[in-house]
T-cell receptor
Framework: DTGVSQDPRHKITKRGQNVTFRCDPI?????LYWYRQTLGQGPEFLTY????????KSRLLSDRFSAERPKGSFSTLEIQRTEQGDSAMYLC??????????????FGPGTRLTVL | AQKVTQAQTEISVVEKEDVTLDCVYE???????LFWYKQPPSGELVFLIR??????QNEISGRYSWNFQKSTSSFNFTITASQVVDSAVYFC???????????????FGQGTELSVKP
């Protein structure tokens, strides 16, 4: 399968714990996006990378959140000191950066986080 | 500001009925793209269509058709002869080309949950 993959698919953690999610984009895609989706809502943009450079971060990305894409391939999203409000589906997407707004973003299956 | 509104939260139809999902968008940019994505119960967003702001031609793909009207800032999606497999959440999204969106991030609506009953 050559689509976007995410790991883990589900994560249950206790409040205050740190969690890390991984996203593997489609291999030739140089742009990688993270979105967060809460129940009954559409996905909300968190951040994006062009190769290894993190070029934009949403105000939703508090100081407890950090994302990396060290070699321009896979990316990790870490949440420190999780709170119950962090419970959501975290979606990763990738695309080619030809003309940015037109590029179709391919989404992974998401990581569903539950904070108890 | 950029915004996408899908006023219909849930729609329920009986198989073979036609159904239209509404999408209204807001942007001050003159160049932008509109998308529809499908999210089945498995959770993975599936791309359906992309339109740019300069192309108002309607598009038909099988049982799916899209009506883009700049005058009303709408990009509506119609499923003809709906089937049970069409049951999913459908999202309309906007990506505007401007200084504040160099990366092409998508702004999604709240989604419309479509339930097609046999």
């Amino acid at each position: 399968d050559t689509g976007v993959s995410q790991d883990p698919r589900h994560k249950i953690t206790k409040r205050g714990q740190n969690v890390t999610f991984r996203c593997d984009p489609i291999s030739e895609h140089n742009r990688l996006y993270w979105y967060r989706q809460t129940l009954g809502q559409g996905p909300e943009f968190l951040t994006y990378f062009q190769n290894e450079a993190q070029l934009e971060k949403s105000r939703l990305l508090s100081d407890r959140f950090s994302a990396e894409r060290p070699k321009g391939s896979f990316s990790t999203l870490e949440i420190q000191r999780t709170e119950q409000g962090d419970s959501a589906m975290y979606l990763c997407a990738s695309s080619l950066s030809q003309v940015a707004p037109s590029n179709e973003q391919f989404f992974g299956p998401g990581t569903r986080l539950t904070v108890l | 500001a950029q915004k996408v509104t899908q006023a219909q939260t849930e729609i329920s139809v009986v198989e073979k009925e036609d159904v239209t999902l509404d999408c209204v968008y807001e942007t001050r940019d003159t160049t932008y793209y509109l998308f529809w994505y499908k999210q089945p119960p498995s959770g993975e967003l599936v791309f359906l269509i992309r339109r740019n702001s300069f192309d108002e031609q309607n598009e038909i793909s099988g049982r799916y058709s899209w009506n883009f009207q700049k005058s009303t800032s709408s990009f509506n999606f119609t499923i003809t002869a709906s089937q049970v497999v069409d049951s999913a959440v459908y999202f309309c999204a906007l990506s505007a080309f401007g200084f504040y969106n160099q990366g092409g991030k998508l702004i999604f609506g709240q989604g419309t949950e479509l339930s097609v009953k046999p």
